[in-house]
């Protein structure tokens, strides 16, 4: 039984959300909220009709299986057509993908996982073919809240299986977390990404890439076009974030955001152009202030300005909700700046944190959130993307933790 694990991290966006889908800059980073994925590769049996499939999901509490013969059947497949080459998922495939799901009972009320589990299906079955295997998926990341859970998903999901499929491989371990989480190379880094964006494309319709490439390399990027741009980050912006806990779906907003776009070409052009100047401002100011060359009261109170102009052009786009608007009222009560993250639609919402804050009002801003019945986080902002453990790994028990 071969078993490895991988793990990838959610993002926010401090600027450029939805106007980074129609080519404008945006600037994300990664946080210290995880989705893990392990696999244990089962040897194949002896009693063919006997091998599964099975995915287990820890947050929802579901766990679904294919008989691997099924999967064949189904697909017209056996082997991997080679995990070396991102592939996108052809509409038949995805037709016979919705085929083997609909052969499952997905709770109504969880009908938005099917989204994730067909992009699960055409990664495994892309990378590994129709092996007998269990994966095993759980996550920090609150679901379809703006924190870029579909992409950790897919990045971590990516990262398990190519590792397993032998292409992608450890580089080193990471200094101080001790358990067993390895870097990934740059090459191998850039192919996880290119099957994660293709994963991504099935959950999102109409992904930027912003979300998978922030993911997988983790850091703070400026983003625009598909390129990628590492910012230097010496002293990381505080951000506290809010999750209204109000449910939305990404596709559904992306696709909004596209169709004011074609009813109202000129105007909405002009909205996603103040965007990029905003973003490609945000990044400027990071850059400076990682170089020193701009007083950290001051880089704060640009940032805080943006963010709400930003916030406002995100209006525009109609993507803000009644519970965001909670959100940004109950902060400016304490002076502080907040904009959407992520899709938004509800979801979760930034709040800029200035390093002059004291801890009691922090706790103030927050007792206050909360009272709304919001969800609090406190997180690192710019850390580490994928990393991934080959086997041996002690914590590692058909359980992630
Ligand atoms: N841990 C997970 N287990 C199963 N599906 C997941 C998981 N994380 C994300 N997904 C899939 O991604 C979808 C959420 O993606 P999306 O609407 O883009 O919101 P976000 O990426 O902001 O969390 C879920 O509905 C589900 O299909
Ligand atoms: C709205 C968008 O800019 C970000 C979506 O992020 P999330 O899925 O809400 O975490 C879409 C994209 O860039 O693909
Ligand atoms: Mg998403």
Same mark, same amino acid.
């Given at each position: ?65 294919? #008989? ?38 997905? #709770? ?28 095993? %998926?759980?996550?920090?990341? #609150? ?63 109409? #992904? ?62 002009? %909205?996603?152009?103040? %965007? ?72 979760? %919402? ?52």
């Amino acid at each position: 039984m071969e078993v490895c694990a991988a793990r990838a991290p959610g993002k926010i966006i401090l600027a450029g959300e939805h106007a980074v889908v129609h080519g404008s800059a945006a600037v994300a980073a990664a946080i210290d909220l995880y989705t893990r994925c392990s696999l244990c590769l089962m040897p194949l049996a002896d009693d063919e009709a006997a091998a599964t499939l099975e995915l287990d999901l820890k947050d929802p509490g579901l766990t679904f299986s294919w #008989p691997c013969g099924r999967l064949r059947e189904v697909l017209l497949t056996d082997e991997a057509a080679g995990a070396r080459e991102a592939r996108p998922c052809s509409p038949d495939r995805l037709a016979s993908i919705a085929r083997l799901l609909e052969e499952h009972e997905i #709770p109504e009320a969880k009908i938005w996982l099917s989204a994730g589990l067909s992009a699960f299906l055409f990664l495994y079955t892309s990378i590994l073919g129709c092996r007998p295997g269990k994966v095993t %998926v759980s996550s920090d990341l #609150p679901m379809g809240s703006g924190l870029g859970s579909s992409a950790a998903f897919c990045v971590s999901m990516s990262g398990v299986l190519l590792t397993a499929a032998g292409v992608v491989t450890a580089v080193g371990g990471i200094s101080g977390e001790g358990m067993g989480w390895e870097l990934v190379g740059k090459d191998d880094l850039e192919l996880v990404n290119r099957w994660a964006f293709q994963g991504e494309k099935i959950i999102h319709g109409k #992904p930027s890439g912003i979300d998978n490439a922030v993911s997988t390399f983790g850091s703070m990027i400026k983003f625009k076009k598909g390129e990628l741009t590492n910012l230097k980050s010496s002293n990381p912006v505080k951000m506290l974030i809010t999750d209204t806990r109000v449910g939305r779906n990404t596709k559904a907003l992306v696709a909004g955001v596209s169709e004011r776009a074609s009813r109202h070409s000129d105007a909405m052009a002009s %909205v996603f152009n103040a %965007v990029n100047s905003i973003s490609e401002e945000v990044s400027s100011i990071v850059e400076l202030a990682a170089n020193d060359e701009i007083a950290i009261t001051s880089k704060e109170e640009k940032l805080a300005e943006l963010m709400e102009m930003n916030q406002g052009l995100l209006q525009c786009m109609g993507v803000s909700h009644s519970s965001i608007e909670t959100v940004l009222r109950t902060t400016l009560k304490f002076n502080l700046v907040s904009k959407l993250t992520g899709a938004g639609g509800g979801g979760c %919402v930034l709040t800029l944190i200035p390093t002059m804050l004291s801890n009691l009002v922090l706790e103030k801003v927050i007792a206050e959130l909360e009272s709304h019945s919001f969800r609090c986080f406190k997180v690192e902002v710019g850390g580490q993307g994928l990393q991934v453990c080959q086997g041996g790994c002690s914590y590692f028990n058909g359980d992630v933790v």
